[in-house]
């Protein structure tokens, strides 16, 4: 079981940093399945749209609910982000690693990406995801101690990435 992670601080680090690690991998000639999110920010809002791309080559979806300025808790609309798994599901087949853009609260509670995290493992294709500090206790306990924390650079990511790749392989 190959399961890697980052945990970056800042909001939105884990984004900028994963979708980078998608292009370098894409560029190597991996084939990915897996979301990578864009945070949009709009004049006058106080949070941004969230987009999620379906890799490897789409759709983009809007994964955010605008539920105004004042609005409190979750925007996450999680029928889009069931759409995206089903997208994400087609294209695991023929993958060489799975890349999640966030274990969040969707995935903690065993729903979302969660069972194609498992399913992917189970194939012995590697698994890269996203995990902020707040999932990080429902991650670990998921992963059951198996994973491996990666250091917020971007080369040494891709290199681990690519090894596991060439020992699934």
């Known amino acids: 079981m190959t399961l890697g992670y980052v945990s970056l601080p800042g909001r939105g680090a884990n984004d900028l940093f994963l979708a980078g690690v998608a292009r370098g991998l894409q560029a190597a000639g991996l084939r990915l399945a897996g979301t990578v999110q864009v945070n949009i920010r709009r004049e006058g809002r106080v949070r941004c749209d969230m987009d999620l791309r379906v890799l490897p080559n789409g759709p983009v979806l809007r994964i955010s609910e605008d539920r105004g ?76 101690g198996l994973a491996t924390p990666l250091p917020g650079d971007e080369a040494l990511v891709l290199d681990w990435c690519l090894d596991a790749c060439r020992v699934a392989g």
């Not at 966030?102 to 992917?120: C, H, S, T, V």
């Not at 590697?126 to 059951?144: H, K, Q, R, T």
Request: charged share 20%; with cysteine; proline share 5%.
């Open 69 to 144: 300025n004042g609005a409190r808790g979750c925007r996450l609309d999680a029928g889009v982000l069931e759409a995206a798994v089903l997208g994400v599901s087609a294209a695991l087949p023929q993958a060489d690693l799975l890349l999640v853009n966030k274990f969040g609260k969707q995935e903690a509670e065993g729903r979302g990406l969660a069972p194609l995290i498992a399913e992917a493992l189970s194939r012995g294709i590697p698994v890269l995801a996203g995990v902020n500090g707040l999932n990080l206790p429902a991650f670990e306990a998921f992963a059951e």
